[in-house]
């Protein structure tokens, strides 16, 4: 497939969190600025280290694993709901998202999404979207006053990168 010859924006992406279950409980982000952001991906999702010979470098390793991490903000419409799905509640497994089941297990003790970021391809003449998948995100949020008012939720990745 040959790389793609349109540049994407921000128009062209959605982004979607889902719990673990086996019927997830799915949310699509809604009022987004189109600002979704990640970073830290290395080979292998692996750290390195560097051995020098009296101050010259000699040689490189893969050591421990590295934990890409981001963020994306939205338009703050609602803080806390018992039936909606908002993000507020997403990030602090509350209301809506109370019976949520973590991506790492049922049992876990550290409640994870999986996110999924895809970005449109086919409607420019792509042969398919392009999609990154995050497996067992640990997220936090922050709240913003101002005109919008903003939610922004930031993760850090434990789990599998996918990127098709």
């Known amino acids: 497939m040959a790389i793609s010859s349109v540049a994407k924006n ?14 997830p409980l799915t949310v699509t982000v809604q009022y987004e600025d189109g600002n979704f952001s990640a970073s830290g991906f290395t ?16 040689s490189a390793r893969h050591t421990k694993r590295v ?13 806390a709901d018992g039936t ?17 089941t973590s991506t790492l297990g049922a049992n ?3 409640m994870t999404y999986k996110i999924t970021w895809t970005v449109e391809g086919t409607d420019h003449g792509d042969t398919a ?3 990154l998948v995050l497996d067992d995100c640990r997220l936090s949020c922050d709240i913003s ?5 903003t939610i922004t939720i930031s993760f850090e990745c434990m789990g599998a990168v996918t990127a098709t």
């Open 67 to 79: 934990y890409p991490s981001g963020s994306f903000a939205a338009h703050l419409t609602d803080i």
């Open 43 to 58: 080979e292998g999702l692996k750290d390195i280290a560097k051995y020098e010979d009296r101050g010259a470098f000699y």
């Open 129 to 131: 979207d392009h999609t």
């Open 84 to 100: 909606e799905k908002t993000l507020f509640d997403l990030a602090n497994k509350t209301g809506a998202w109370a019976a949520a």
């Open 108 to 110: 876990a003790e550290v």
């Open 10 to 23: 921000f128009r062209d992406g959605q982004l979607a969190i889902e719990d673990g279950a086996g019927s």
């Open 145 to 149: 006053e101002g005109d919008p008012s």
